[in-house]
């Protein structure tokens, strides 16, 4: 695959990553895992629940090939 078609490819990707993001926010603020109230207008809560976001975006974006595993770990080193 050239530059330009991963480029686009990866563009394409984005929306639907930016507003999986943004409402699996949403859904983890409104469970009442966490006392929201209990944090003050800072970035320790967002950060906390982003973090937490992040990882199960992760596992919704990670291959699915022992190929595609194997160059997931190599690229963690760079």
């Not at 993001?21 to 929201?36: F, G, N, P, Q």
């Not at 992040?54 to 699915?64: D, T």
């Amino acid at each position: 695959m050239d530059k330009a078609v991963f480029k686009e490819k990866v563009d394409a990707m984005m929306p639907d990553l930016v507003e999986g993001i943004r409402k699996e926010c949403s859904r983890l603020y409104d469970s009442r895992a966490v006392d929201t109230g209990a944090y003050e207008d800072n970035y320790q809560l967002p950060k906390i629940i982003l973090a937490v976001v992040i990882e199960n975006q992760i596992r919704q974006y990670s291959p699915l090939t022992n190929e595609g595993k194997k160059e997931v770990k190599n690229l963690r080193h760079f």
